[in-house]
């Protein structure tokens, strides 16, 4: 990281450290009238100290190639915190759904979402619900985030358009992936379905729309060629964080499997004919050692590097459009990216594959192998 021309090692610390300790100042602001404090959504482990830890260093990895040239410190300092903001509110409430909402709830606290990060949720109500004072902190948190992306671009920003268009897509996903569970769900998706559809929950685009606007900000008006270079890196992001989803999904299979989930493993199993819609049926220890036998795990890897490996072209056409940003950081950002979703699995799993398949995340994409059987859904990604 300290190779390239943005990332040089002390200043992007002090720019985390600054995003972490500025979105601890806002949780410490939390209206407790209409709000659960951070303390209260620390105890009920809806909240975790890693989810913003985590979400300050993931941001710098976009926010200080795209920014430090054009809109310099302070501008990605204040990007990196709406993304810190942003990424705590979603994770935060994906747990209040999948621990105190029934579907209807979890699907209407989205539309809220939506609501507050695109700043139309005017007020939050005092209340002593629960389950409504955990929601609302995860409003306030997505409200922090537009007000600081919002600020000082007006309702023509060709950026805070793309913002506003990626988070509607986005919630819609978040909505679709609902359906996964086997039981609530009318029928059984396809792995089609999932790559093209509820895939769409990825937060690669909002996550890279964000420093957009602090961009758009810095530069006061784009070009055409800054403009398309923009487009060619939220594509990249799309495609990347998209590929990280199905590491995740590898991850958590064995929860999922609890949970009755069916992620992108069991349903790439399914249409490969490794599996059977009998064998979903199975008790979770079984289907788990099925999918295992089966290789369908090695199979659900090499889709997420065939979804993963088509942000690197999008990224090559960019670097000639547009020399204020630093394409090479955001290039290695992506590999950091793929090992840390990665890592789950090789926790895990601490096996020789979990290892090498980590591994591989820094070395040079074409040391990548996909199999025809997988490069076969290419046509859906």
Not at 69 to 82: E, F, K, V, Y
Not at 187 to 198: A, E, G, V, W
């Amino acid at each position: 990281m300290n190779r390239f021309r943005t990332t040089k090692f002390p200043k992007s610390l002090a720019l985390i450290k600054f995003a972490i300790e500025r979105f601890k100042q806002q949780l410490a602001e939390l209206d407790t009238d209409t709000c659960l404090t951070q303390e209260e959504l620390c105890l009920s482990g809806l909240m975790k100290k890693k989810h913003y830890y985590y979400g300050a260093y993931l941001s710098a990895l976009t926010s200080i190639p795209i920014l430090s040239i054009s809109a310099g410190d302070h501008q990605t300092l204040l990007s990196m915190a709406a993304k810190t903001a942003a990424i705590t509110s979603i994770k935060v409430l994906d747990n209040i759904n999948d621990k105190l909402s029934t579907k209807d709830e979890a699907i209407l606290s989205q539309w809220k979402h939506l609501e507050a990060f695109a700043g139309r949720l005017t007020h939050l109500d005092p209340t002593e619900d629960y389950l409504k004072k955990a929601e609302n902190s995860c409003m306030s948190m997505a409200q922090w985030t537009y007000n600081l992306v919002s600020r000082g671009l007006d309702n023509k920003s060709e950026t805070l358009k793309i913002y506003m268009k990626d988070f509607k897509d986005y919630i819609e996903g978040q909505i679709r992936s609902m359906d996964e569970k086997a039981h609530g769900a009318t029928s059984l998706p396809t792995i089609q379905d999932y790559i093209q559809k509820i895939n769409e929950k990825s937060v690669g685009k909002i996550w890279v729309d964000i420093d957009f606007c602090f961009f758009e900000k810095g530069r006061g008006t784009l070009n055409n060629d800054e403009l398309r270079s923009l487009q060619y890196i939220r594509r990249a992001a799309d495609y990347f964080f998209k590929g990280c989803n199905i590491y995740d999904d590898i991850a958590d299979l064995e929860e999922d499997l609890k949970l009755g989930i069916l992620s992108s493993v069991p349903l790439l199993a399914l249409d490969m004919g490794k599996i059977d819609e009998q064998d979903l049926e199975r008790d979770e220890v079984d289907l788990m050692n099925i999918l295992r036998r089966c290789g369908a795990v090695d199979d659900a890897v090499h889709l997420g590097d065939l979804i993963f490996l088509q942000g690197i072209r999008p990224l090559q056409d960019a670097r000639l459009l547009n020399d204020k940003i630093d394409i090479e950081a955001i290039t290695f950002g992506a590999k950091v990216l793929r090992m840390f979703a990665i890592r789950k699995w090789l926790l895990k799993e601490r096996s020789f594959n979990s290892l090498s398949n980590t591994a591989v995340s820094i070395a040079d994409p074409k040391l990548y192998r996909i199999p025809e059987t997988i490069l076969q859904y290419a046509v859906y990604t």
